[in-house]
C-alpha cells in the first residue's frame, strides 16, 4: 500500500475531522505503520496535559451602548431623496427666473424664453425654391464679381512684376557686361606680360642649352674619333702580329717539307746505289 | 443553537439587549482567548472590551449567522496582533514575575475561592504557569491555532476563516505546534502521570 497521510490529514484524523474514504484509509495506514500510531498517541497524551491550562473566570463589564436608532433624516435613502427634490426645486426655480416654457401643440414641441411668439408666414416649396435660386444667383453673382476683380488685381500685380523684373534684370546684365570686359582686358594683359616673360625666359635657356649640347656633342664625338682609332689600331697591330705568326709558321712548315723532302731524296739514291 | 442564531440576528438588527447577551455568552472565551496568547490579564481584558466594542459597532455588517464564531474571533485575534506588536515595543514582563508568590503573580488574584485546598491550589497555578510558559515559546501562528483549536474548540474550517488562511495551512500549523509542545514538555519532563491530576 503506497498511502502515505500528509501532516494535514493526520491533524484532522486526529481532532476527528476526517471522515468517509479518507478516514478508512488514515486508520489502515495507522494499523500499518506503528510509529504513526506512536505519534498519534504521544499527541493524544500532549493534549491530556495541556488541557490542564483551565479557563480563568472573568465577569463581563457592563454593556453600554448609545442609542442606535438614527433619525430619518440622517438616513442615507432620506438623504438622497431630500437631494433630488432639492435639484429639482433649483432647476424650477431657475426656469421661473428666465421665463422658460415649453409647449405641445399641432405635434410640435416648442421651448422658449420669455413669452411665446407667433411663427412668421409659413413658405411653401415654390417660395423655398425662389429663395434658393435667388440665394444662388446672388451668391454666383458675388462670386463672379469677386473672382474678376481678383483676375484683374492679378493681372495688374503680374504686369507690375514683369516690368520690375526686366529693368532690374537689364541692369544686371548690364552690370555683369562691363565687369566681364574690364576682367577679359585684365587677364589679356596679364597673359600677355605672363606670355612676354616665359618667351624671353624659354629662349635664354634655350640658347644655354643648345651651346652646352653642341659642346657635350662635340666632346662625345671628338672621344669617339679617338676611341675608334684606338681600337682600329689595336686591331691593326693584332693583324699584323698575327700575319707575321702565320708567315713564320709557314716558314717553319716549309722548312721541314723541305728537310723531310731533301731526307727522302736521300735515301732512296743510298738504295739505288746499293742496288745496283 | 436557534436561539443563538436568533440572538445574533436581533444583535445585527440593533437590538441592544441582544449584544448584550451576546457579549456575556461570549465575554469569558475571548477573555481566555487573550489571556492563553498573552498570559496577562490586562492585555486580555483589553483585548476582551475592544474585542466586543467592535462587535457592537460592525455586528450590523455581519453577513451569515452561522460565521458569528470566526468572525468574533477574527476579531479578537486582529486586536491581540495589535497588542502584541504594542508589547514588543515595550517591556516585556517576565514569566519569572508570574509565579505564585511574586507581586505580580495572577494566582494572587485567582486564588479567592475560599475553602479549596491551598496546597492544590499552588500546584495547579505552578502547573499552569508550566503550560503557559509551553504555550508562550510556540510561534504567534502555531499559538493562535493551538489555543483556538485545543481550549476554544473551533473547527480547522472556523479557524482558517478566523485568520484568513487555507484549512491546510491552519493543520499544518497545528502539527508543527503539537510537535513543539511535545518537545518541550518531554524537555521538562511533564507527564500526564507526574503531575497527577484528573482530567
Given at each position: 500500500?503506497?498511502?502515505k497521510?500528509?501532516?494535514?490529514?493526520?491533524v484532522?484524523?486526529?481532532?476527528?475531522?476526517?471522515?468517509g474514504?479518507?478516514?478508512?484509509?488514515?486508520?489502515?495506514y495507522?494499523q500499518?505503520?506503528?510509529?504513526?500510531r506512536?505519534?498519534s498517541?504521544e499527541?493524544?497524551?500532549v493534549r491530556?496535559v495541556?488541557?490542564g491550562?483551565?479557563?480563568?473566570?472573568?465577569?463581563?463589564?457592563p454593556?453600554i451602548v448609545?442609542n442606535?436608532?438614527?433619525?430619518?433624516?440622517?438616513?442615507?435613502y432620506?438623504?438622497?431623496?431630500l437631494?433630488?427634490?432639492a435639484s429639482?426645486l433649483?432647476?424650477l426655480?431657475?426656469a421661473?427666473?428666465?421665463?422658460l416654457?415649453a409647449?405641445i401643440?399641432?405635434?410640435?414641441?416648442?421651448?422658449?424664453?420669455g413669452a411665446p411668439?407667433?411663427l412668421e408666414q409659413?413658405?411653401?416649396?415654390a417660395?423655398?425654391?425662389?429663395m434658393?435660386?435667388?440665394s444662388l444667383?446672388?451668391?454666383?453673382a458675388?462670386?463672379q464679381?469677386?473672382?474678376d476683380?481678383r483676375?484683374?488685381?492679378?493681372?495688374?500685380?503680374?504686369?507690375?512684376?514683369?516690368?520690375?523684373?526686366?529693368?532690374?534684370i537689364?541692369?544686371?546684365?548690364?552690370?555683369a557686361?562691363?565687369?566681364?570686359q574690364?576682367?577679359?582686358?585684365q587677364f589679356?594683359?596679364?597673359m600677355?606680360?605672363?606670355?612676354?616673360k616665359?618667351m624671353?625666359d624659354?629662349l635664354q635657356l634655350s640658347?644655354?642649352?643648345q651651346k652646352?649640347?653642341?659642346?657635350?656633342?662635340?666632346?662625345?664625338f671628338?672621344?669617339y674619333?679617338?676611341?675608334?682609332?684606338?681600337?682600329?689600331?689595336?686591331?691593326f697591330?693584332?693583324?699584323?702580329?698575327n700575319?707575321k705568326e702565320n708567315t713564320?709558321?709557314f716558314?717553319?712548315?716549309?722548312e721541314?717539307i723541305?728537310?723531310?723532302?731533301?731526307?727522302s731524296?736521300?735515301?732512296?739514291?743510298?738504295d739505288?746505289?746499293?742496288?745496283? | 443553537?436557534?436561539?443563538?442564531?436568533?440572538?445574533?440576528?436581533?444583535?445585527?438588527e440593533?437590538?441592544?439587549l441582544?449584544?448584550?447577551?451576546l457579549?456575556h455568552a461570549w465575554y469569558k472565551?475571548?477573555y481566555?482567548?487573550g489571556f492563553k496568547?498573552?498570559?496577562?490579564?490586562?492585555m486580555a481584558?483589553e483585548?476582551?472590551?475592544k474585542t466586543?466594542?467592535?462587535?457592537?459597532?460592525?455586528?450590523?455588517?455581519l453577513?451569515?449567522t452561522?460565521?458569528?464564531?470566526?468572525w468574533l474571533?477574527t476579531?479578537?485575534v486582529?486586536?491581540c496582533r495589535?497588542?502584541?506588536?504594542?508589547k514588543k515595543?515595550?517591556?516585556?514582563?517576565s514569566l519569572e514575575d508570574?509565579r505564585?508568590?511574586t507581586?505580580n503573580?495572577?494566582?494572587w488574584q485567582?486564588?479567592?475561592h475560599?475553602?479549596?485546598?491551598?496546597?492544590?491550589l499552588?500546584?495547579q497555578?505552578?502547573?499552569s504557569?508550566?503550560?503557559?510558559g509551553?504555550?508562550?515559546?510556540?510561534?504567534e501562528?502555531?499559538?493562535?491555532?493551538?489555543i483556538?483549536k485545543?481550549?476554544?474548540?473551533?473547527?480547522?474550517?472556523e479557524?482558517a476563516?478566523?485568520l484568513?488562511?487555507?484549512e491546510?495551512?491552519v493543520k499544518?500549523?497545528m502539527y508543527?505546534g503539537?510537535?513543539?509542545l511535545k518537545?518541550m514538555?518531554?524537555?521538562?519532563?511533564i507527564?500526564k502521570?507526574?503531575?497527577g491530576y484528573?482530567l
Open positions: 500500500m503506497n498511502y497521510p500528509d501532516e494535514a490529514t493526520l484532522a484524523y486526529h481532532f476527528g475531522e476526517l471522515e474514504e479518507e478516514l478508512k484509509k488514515v486508520e489502515a495507522l500499518e505503520h506503528p510509529a504513526e506512536k505519534r498517541e499527541w493524544r497524551q491530556s495541556m488541557a491550562l483551565a479557563d480563568k473566570e472573568v465577569i463581563a463589564p454593556l448609545g442606535n436608532e438614527r433619525p430619518i433624516w440622517r438616513e442615507h432620506f438623504r438622497m431623496t437631494g433630488i427634490a429639482f433649483v432647476l426655480v431657475a421661473r427666473l428666465l421665463g416654457s409647449s401643440s399641432n405635434q410640435e414641441l416648442r421651448i422658449s424664453f411668439t407667433a409659413v413658405l411653401d416649396k417660395g423655398v425654391t425662389q434658393i435660386q435667388a444667383e446672388e451668391n454666383n458675388s462670386m464679381t469677386a473672382w476683380s483676375n484683374q488685381k492679378l493681372e495688374a500685380s503680374i504686369q507690375k512684376n514683369l516690368a520690375g523684373n526686366s529693368s532690374r537689364n541692369s544686371l546684365v548690364k552690370e557686361s562691363a565687369g566681364q574690364e576682367q577679359v582686358r589679356v594683359g596679364q600677355q606680360t605672363e606670355n612676354l616665359l624671353r624659354y640658347t644655354t642649352g652646352e649640347y653642341l659642346e657635350g656633342l662635340l666632346s662625345d671628338s672621344r674619333v679617338q676611341d675608334q682609332r684606338k681600337q682600329d689600331m689595336q686591331y697591330q693584332a693583324n699584323l702580329v700575319m713564320d709558321q716558314k717553319k712548315d716549309t721541314e723541305l728537310t723531310s723532302l731533301m731526307a731524296n736521300r735515301g732512296s739514291r743510298t739505288n746505289q746499293k742496288s745496283y | 443553537m436557534m436561539h443563538a442564531e436568533n440572538l445574533i440576528a436581533r444583535a445585527r440593533g437590538d441592544s441582544a449584544q448584550g447577551k457579549m472565551r475571548i481566555n482567548y496568547f498573552f498570559y496577562d490579564h490586562d481584558m483585548v476582551a472590551q466586543f466594542i467592535a462587535m457592537h459597532r460592525n455586528i450590523g455588517g453577513q451569515d452561522s460565521r458569528f464564531r470566526s474571533y476579531i479578537a486582529n486586536f495589535e497588542e502584541l506588536r504594542k515595543s515595550a517591556a516585556s514582563v508570574q505564585p508568590g507581586r503573580s495572577m494566582a485567582e486564588s479567592n475560599r475553602g479549596d485546598n491551598p496546597e492544590r499552588l500546584r497555578s505552578e502547573l504557569d508550566l503550560l503557559q509551553c504555550l508562550k515559546q510556540l510561534s501562528e502555531q499559538r493562535e491555532v493551538v483556538m485545543e481550549y476554544e474548540g473551533l473547527k480547522f474550517r479557524i476563516e478566523a484568513s488562511i487555507s491546510n495551512t499544518s500549523r508543527y503539537l510537535e513543539a518537545r514538555l518531554e524537555r521538562k519532563n507527564t502521570e507526574a503531575i484528573e
